[in-house]
């Protein structure tokens, strides 16, 4: 299997700060890699696909990069509503794995 | 716009068998893969396995041995049946959907998730 290890697993941050996750994958996922949003008692949400590129409807604050092993996530000013945990997660090959998740709290 | 809805039982004993239900309303049911995903309280999320639309799937091999993932199409349905369930099975669950021509391979739709307890 691929292990997903993200850094940091938490997080504070204020409102207005920009904020940066990495995701390391244990062996080469070209550019497989999607970043989801979960907010208490609700499902994941995608909000970054195949590295890069901005599900619809997601804020462009929110930008992925990276490719191979390893990866990003930043929130360039983050809001509010962006409290929430964050996982990566590799499509490259089953079993698909993601992340341990990264908690963005309120600072 | 495509929605999931799930169902099953929400409390087992040790050893039983978890069956849960994802039906699939609005988009076309075999454009896509139907997964099965879990996450224990509190902890991170685990991939259990998938489902074409004509019943090809593809399992986590940790949960091999124990699962299976149907389908039905007439019913724009699929299903998880997890034997043998342990207190370590005790997870919400949750049913995704991924577009087989979708770049990413990344899981565009979501059920609203199912707590599944395992307790004698």
């Known amino acids: 299997d691929i292990q997903m290890t993200q850094s940091p697993s938490s997080l504070s941050a204020s409102v207005g700060d920009r904020v940066t996750i990495s995701c390391r994958a244990s062996?080469?996922?070209?550019?497989?890699l999607n970043w989801y949003q979960q907010k208490p008692g609700k499902a994941p949400e995608v909000l970054i696909y195949a590295a890069s590129n901005l599900q619809s409807g997601v804020p462009p604050r929110f930008s992925g990069s990276g490719s191979g092993t390893d990866f990003t996530l930043t929130i360039s000013s983050l809001q509010v509503e962006d409290f929430a945990t964050y996982y990566c997660?590799?499509?490259?090959?089953?079993?698909?794995?993601f992340g341990q998740g990264t908690k963005v709290e309120i600072k | 716009q495509v929605q999931l809805q799930q169902w099953g039982a929400g409390l087992l004993k040790p050893s039983e068998t978890l069956s849960l239900t994802c039906a699939v309303y609005g988009g076309s049911f075999s454009s896509y893969y139907w997964n099965w995903i879990r996450q224990p309280p509190g902890k991170g999320l685990e991939w259990i396995g998938e489902t074409s639309h004509s019943g090809s799937t593809n399992y986590n091999p940790s949960l091999k041995s124990r699962v299976t993932i149907s389908v039905d199409t007439s019913k724009n349905q699929f299903s998880l049946n997890l034997s043998s369930v342990t207190a370590a099975d005790t997870s919400v669950y949750y049913c995704a959907g991924r577009g087989i021509a979708m770049p990413g391979r990344r899981y565009d739709y979501w059920g609203q998730g199912i707590l599944v307890t395992v307790s004698s």
């Open positions: 997660q590799q499509s490259y090959t089953t079993p698909r794995t």
């Open positions: 062996q080469s996922v070209s550019t497989y």
